[in-house]
């Protein structure tokens, strides 16, 4: 596919050497080729932004995964020169999903509350403007390094030394994908009325997702025709759960700033501002619940599915191999 979800050529029998190789060049490629339109075609189609932003994601999930595989110091490099690509490109985003929400829902909304949401909207471009000289910014420093990247980290793959089997890819995606299930069940037994915590899961999944992109060739054919859809889809729903949480942070925050500094504006557009609040506010609850009824169902058929495909490991090797202690969310 054009964005990269999948890794072409990968078989249950490709010595993981050659698979971190074509992983790592495949996913670092998509970032370096994404960047370019991101930076100069964002106002045309904020699409090329949503790239580089997911590219930068799978790509920082692919050196984890093959973490193994890196000396300590390539590894590092390479997950420190994403970091501010992914981050830049993750505000910009941000702000590109709260103003497509806004405009898409103000059309039906009353006409005393559009003073409020054409401020919104004024509030929103300007923040996003701003979003994007932050992501030029970083552009300028990383793109001629970019290449290199790409090449350098190709060439510091070598046999992980602790890995246990043939040297196959199956071997490093049995304990590593039991692992992040494992991970999911965990972040999922929590309070979830407790948004951190759902944002957890949502971490967990995202994280599940990615690897599973990664290995769905080294397994049978149910793990990426049936196991993978449900997976992508309930990041689909905790997705809108985090862009209502944002949403309802910035306006919140706004909200507090204008009644504090200009109370005769606050009261003109005090109508849009607290009806978006309000949708946002709904918004959360019902993802939540969508999320609950996945998750029964996961843990009902998807769950044992996933432990049979995967032989029956139990191993809870950590998601992030030993360079990191700590993941970064972003």
């Given at each position: 596919m054009a964005d990269g979800k999948w890794i072409e050529g990968l078989t249950a029998k490709t010595p993981l050497t050659e698979a971190a190789r074509r992983v790592l060049g495949v996913r670092l490629a998509l970032v370096r080729d994404a960047l370019p339109r991101a930076v100069r075609e964002a106002d045309r189609d904020p699409e090329h932004v949503h790239q580089l932003r997911v590219g930068a994601r799978r790509a920082d999930a692919a050196l984890r995964i093959f973490g193994p595989c890196l000396p300590k110091k390539a590894y590092k490099e390479a997950r420190k020169q994403l970091r501010r690509l992914r981050r830049a490109a993750g505000a910009a985003r941000d702000w590109d999903v709260f103003l497509i929400d806004l405009d898409e829902w103000r059309a039906a909304r009353p006409e005393r509350e559009q003073p409020g949401l054409d401020f919104l909207l004024g509030y929103g471009h300007g923040l996003r403007s701003a979003a994007q000289a932050e992501l030029e910014s970083a552009a300028d420093e990383e793109r001629n390094r970019l290449d290199a990247l790409v090449n350098e980290t190709g060439e510091a793959v070598r046999p992980p030394h602790d890995l246990v089997g043939d040297g196959v890819l199956p071997d490093l995606g049995r304990p590593l994908l039991a692992g992040l299930a494992s991970g999911l069940e965990w972040a999922a037994s929590g309070d979830?009325?407790?948004?951190?915590?759902?944002?957890?899961?949502?971490?967990?999944?995202?994280?599940?997702?990615?690897?599973?992109?990664?290995?769905?060739?080294?397994?049978?054919?149910?793990?990426?025709?049936?196991?993978y859809p449900r997976v992508e889809e309930v990041q689909e729903v905790l997705g809108r759960a985090n862009d209502s949480h944002v949403a309802e942070g910035r306006l919140e925050a706004l909200r507090g700033r204008l009644k504090a500094a200009a109370p005769a504006e606050w009261k003109r557009v005090r109508a849009g501002v607290e009806a978006l609040l309000r949708f946002h506010r709904r918004r959360l609850p019902q993802a939540r619940k969508r999320f609950l009824q996945w998750w029964e169902q996961w843990g009902k058929t998807g769950a044992p599915a996933l432990r049979e495909l995967l032989g029956g490991v139990t191993d809870s090797r950590a998601p992030a191999h030993s360079h990191s202690s700590r993941a970064d969310a972003g």
């Open positions: 979830l009325d407790d948004y951190a915590r759902l944002h957890q899961v949502r971490i967990a999944g995202k994280r599940l997702r990615y690897a599973m992109e990664v290995f769905a060739d080294a397994f049978p054919a149910p793990f990426r025709e049936e196991l």
